[in-house]
């Protein structure tokens, strides 16, 4: 059964660091690109980063110089560590895994970046 399981979300002050983290099951991060979105209250859901296969990165530009997704394939997780938060970057973050033909998502958590 595939299942991506997000955590690491929280409560930080503006200026702190926090570190998600996506385990998945049931399939191999290492062959899907993975992805992390966001959506904050009244907006639409956004991709913040995501990493292929072949360990190619992309940052949506707001997050850009921030945030840095990694892949740990021994612990098929994947992971976004987040630095410099601001409160604007609060949301709930979903965990994405993409291949042929198929989209998986977790179920999110929340981060608040407030002081």
């Known amino acids: 059964q595939v299942q991506l399981v997000e955590s690491g979300g929280g409560l930080v002050q503006p200026g702190g660091s926090l570190r998600l983290s996506c385990a998945a099951s049931g399939f191999l991060v290492s062959i899907f690109t993975m992805g992390w979105y966001r959506q904050a209250p009244g907006k639409q859901r956004e991709l913040v980063a995501h990493i292929t296969r072949d360990g190619n990165t992309n940052y949506a530009d707001s997050v850009k110089g921030r945030f840095a997704i990694s892949r740990d394939n021994a612990k098929n997780t994947v992971y976004l560590q987040m630095n410099s938060l601001k409160p604007e970057d609060t949301a709930v973050y979903y965990c994405?895994?993409?291949?042929?033909?198929?989209?998986?998502w977790g179920k999110g958590t929340l981060v608040t970046v407030s002081s």
């Open positions: 994405n895994a993409g291949f042929i033909g198929m989209d998986y």
